[in-house]
């Protein structure tokens, strides 16, 4: 049962362009979301996150969405760039754990920046 | 400050033996969580450790297991090994407070089992 949805495998923009890259989830207990970035034989790297009680969190280039009646997010990246070429999971956390450390991932949206 | 530190970074075992993989969490944080990737399920939660207990599970075997050192490091080992326990091994660190807080990934432990 997969609990965070990222049904796109991949996607491809064009460098100074939007990539918008969504996230699904269906487990209503999660309430802290997070994206992640990850190059090949490389960690996770901590991109953003959002805590349920806001609808949007910016940070630079990068900002996240989210839609808790939908159970929907998304991570917007504007402008994008070849350097964000990537795959990107999002997380997400049922706060009352007391700790984002119990994450539950997507199986990861494989995004390219093409020049 | 430093990041957080898996060793190794790639090891080969044969099945049946037993491995054990390290990971040291960035200085001051007492979470460290376990995390296995393959390219059929993803990232998947193993467990969490937190001041020396383990605070959270995930749905893996008891032939998964890990403990941590009261410096925080904490180690994880598996035992009995078995083809389809190759993966990349993640540990994530965090101060595991509350609120939340992020957690940062080690670049991991390559496990191929032979």
């Known amino acids: 049962d997969q609990q965070v949805k990222q049904n796109s495998p991949s996607l491809s923009v064009q460098e100074g362009r939007i990539s918008i890259l969504n996230c699904d989830y269906t487990?209503?207990?999660?309430?802290?979301f997070l994206w992640y970035k990850k190059y090949p034989a490389e960690g996770p790297t901590f991109l953003i996150s959002i805590s349920s009680i806001k609808d949007k969190n910016e940070d630079g280039r990068f900002t996240v969405f989210l839609n808790k009646s939908a159970k929907h997010l998304s991570l917007h990246i504007v402008p994008s760039q070849p350097g964000d070429s990537a795959v990107y999971f999002c997380a997400a956390s049922p706060t009352k754990t007391g700790t984002a450390s119990k994450l539950t991932f997507g199986t990861g949206t494989r995004l390219q920046v093409t020049l | 400050k430093a990041g957080v530190t898996q060793t190794p970074r790639y090891l080969i075992k044969t099945r049946g033996q037993q491995v054990t993989l390290s990971c040291s969490p960035i200085?001051?944080?007492?979470?460290v969580s376990w995390y296995q990737q393959t390219p059929g399920q993803g990232l998947q939660f193993l467990f969490e450790?937190?001041?020396?207990?383990?605070?959270n599970k995930g749905n893996f075997p008891g032939r998964f297991s890990g403990r941590q050192f009261s410096n925080s490091r904490s180690e994880m080992n598996v035992s009995t090994l078995e083809l389809g326990d190759s993966a990349l091994y993640l540990c994530a660190s965090s101060s595991g407070g509350w609120p939340n807080t992020e957690a940062f990934f080690g670049q991991g432990t390559r496990l191929t089992v032979v």
């Open positions: 200085s001051g944080h007492r979470s």
């Open positions: 487990n209503s207990m999660f309430d802290y």
């Open positions: 450790y937190f001041s020396e207990t383990q605070r």
